[in-house]
């Protein structure tokens, strides 16, 4: 059984940072990533990291966003600098294990607002 478990998420005026965490657990992970949905728009892959450290990330978070993951930990974070308000949504935390399908978190909600 497949367990995530996010924290991280908040208020943040622009400019500022966040970190949002990831803990997987109950299988091992090929992938693991953040998507993330703003009001009124489709859910969109913010960044996602391979179990060897290959990284891809959205067009909006080169240069101010960075994954990274514990392997001994099944833990993927995503360190987010320099916060627009267009970064305002719920962000999901997302793994694909080796075998089986994709699992969800249950979203965690940041505001870039002043």
């Known amino acids: 059984q497949v367990q995530l478990v996010e924290s991280g998420g908040g208020l943040v005026q622009p400019g500022g940072s966040l970190r949002l965490s990831c803990a997987a657990s109950?299988?091992?992970?090929?992938?693991m990533g953040w998507y993330r949905q703003a009001p009124g728009k489709q859910h969109e892959l913010v960044a996602a990291i391979t179990s060897g450290g290959s990284t891809t990330y959205a067009d909006s978070a080169k240069g101010r966003f960075t994954i990274s993951r514990d392997n001994a930990k099944n833990t993927v974070y995503l360190q987010m600098n320099s916060l627009k308000p267009e970064d305002t949504a719920v962000y999901y935390c997302?793994?694909?294990?080796?075998?089986?399908?994709?699992?969800w978190g249950q979203g965690t909600r940041v505001t870039v607002s002043s």
């Open positions: 997302y793994v694909v294990p080796i075998l089986g399908r994709d699992y």
């Open positions: 109950g299988s091992i992970f090929s992938r």
